[in-house]
């Protein structure tokens, strides 16, 4: 009956209220075209393991060699440690990436808007039309970051931005390049020095044909969000039809 045994999909449980505010922002920004979605920069924060494990390696092996040393793979609590990073970028170009040495509280992130977002704003769009978006972390949220955007609302804005919506926000795909390109290198990183080196050259070497890709993706996405009136789209796991091939 041409069936196959597979597993189940994992995706994300998007709550009823969060639904309807995915759909909200989708309806509002349905008719942008990638041109109004390049005055957009896109942040995220992510983090980066020094050892990872696939729980899917398979081997064979006879039924009493389950502790023969050829049968086991080691594991290193936590992953043996690992680097969190801040990044944004838009159409135009790569911006800045800042290693977090620590997990990122409200005046963690209050410098990194200061010493960062701001001036990579009112650089790239010193006509005041560009937008800034970030999700809804706790840290950006606090008080004293929403009153430093007020200080420059008249220089950008900050986007309104949709709760449980990684699949619109193309930076995600962009850590996915960046996990691809640490498990592909020849000599992979020893410490955390290692790692953290090895990120910022891989992000410094995004092409551009690989970011603007994903910008000019958001009329999709957008679209995908309202054929699913809020719910999960298939943006949740890359980008459909075109497996970042520009980004590789």
């Not at 992510?46 to 006879?62: A, C, E, P």
């Not at 990579?120 to 006509?127: G, R």
């Not at 980008?239 to 091939?245: H, I, R, S, Y």
Request: net charge positive; charged share 20%; proline share 6%.
């Amino acid at each position: 009956m041409v069936y196959n045994s597979r597993r189940p999909r994992r995706v994300p449980l998007i709550s009823t209220t969060n639904r309807k505010k995915r759909l909200q922002f989708a309806q509002a920004h349905q008719n942008w075209t990638v041109e109004d979605w390049k005055n957009v920069a896109w942040s995220d924060e992510s983090r980066f393991l020094l050892r990872h494990s696939d729980g899917r390696v398979r081997i064979w092996r006879k039924q009493n060699e389950n502790m023969d040393p050829s049968c086991r793979v080691t594991t290193v609590q936590s992953g043996g440690g690992g680097v969190m990073v801040w990044g944004m970028f838009s159409w135009h170009t790569l911006g800045p990436f800042v290693p977090i040495g620590h997990r990122l509280n409200a005046m963690a992130y209050l410098n990194i808007v200061s010493d960062h977002v701001h001036p990579f704003m009112t650089t790239m769009y010193p006509s005041s039309d560009g937008y800034f978006q970030q999700d809804n972390a706790p840290c950006h949220k606090a008080r004293i970051i929403s009153n430093l955007f007020l200080e420059h609302d008249n220089e950008f804005t900050v986007v309104k931005w949709p709760p449980q919506s990684p699949d619109l926000n193309p930076i995600e795909h962009l850590w996915d390049v960046v996990e691809w390109e640490l498990r592909a290198l020849d000599v992979h990183p020893t410490n955390l020095h290692q790692l953290q080196d090895a990120i910022l050259s891989i992000w410094a070497n995004i092409s551009k044909e690989c970011f603007q890709h994903l910008v000019e993706s958001m009329p999709h996405r957008i679209k995908a969000v309202l054929k699913a009136k809020g719910g999960q789209t298939q943006y949740y796991y890359g980008v459909p039809n075109n497996p970042l091939g520009e980004c590789r």
